[in-house]
């Protein structure tokens, strides 16, 4: 079988729907930040505690993202890149069953998780 020709294709389409397809192409760009949801596990002035924090997370959940950050005056660990509330409502329940506590979800610019 021969190869067919190259053919143009005319998409005409409602603004919405443009305005969704460019969407998806930039949920497609690995290098984007998105918004999304983490949840924060610690704020203090502790430089050391944070990333003691950090490192007894990152022991139960390896495979979960984890951000040790500094915004002055404090230093936060966030974790996770939910894009989906019910992403993160799941994981909560994960958390809360290794015992975890005093958590709260955050809206902030996430990793695009991959497929």
């Known amino acids: 079988m021969g190869q067919l020709p190259a053919q143009h294709i005319k998409l005409i389409a409602d603004e919405k729907i443009l305005q969704k397809l460019m969407n998806q192409k930039l949920m497609n760009n690995p290098e984007a930040k998105h918004n999304g ?3 924060q596990i610690f704020q203090g002035s502790s430089r050391s ?3 003691e924090k950090n490192g007894s997370f990152i022991a139960l959940f390896p495979e979960m993202p984890s951000y040790v950050l500094y915004e002055p005056p404090n ?3 966030r974790v996770g890149d939910f894009r989906f509330k019910f992403e993160a409502i799941a994981f909560k ?3 809360l069953d290794k ?3 005093g958590f709260f979800i ?3 610019k996430i990793n695009v998780p991959k497929p």
């Open 37 to 39: 949801s983490r949840y």
């Open 49 to 51: 505690a944070a990333y």
């Open 75 to 77: 230093f936060k660990v």
């Open 93 to 95: 329940q994960q958390m």
């Open 99 to 101: 015992g975890l506590t």
């Open 106 to 108: 955050v809206h902030d």
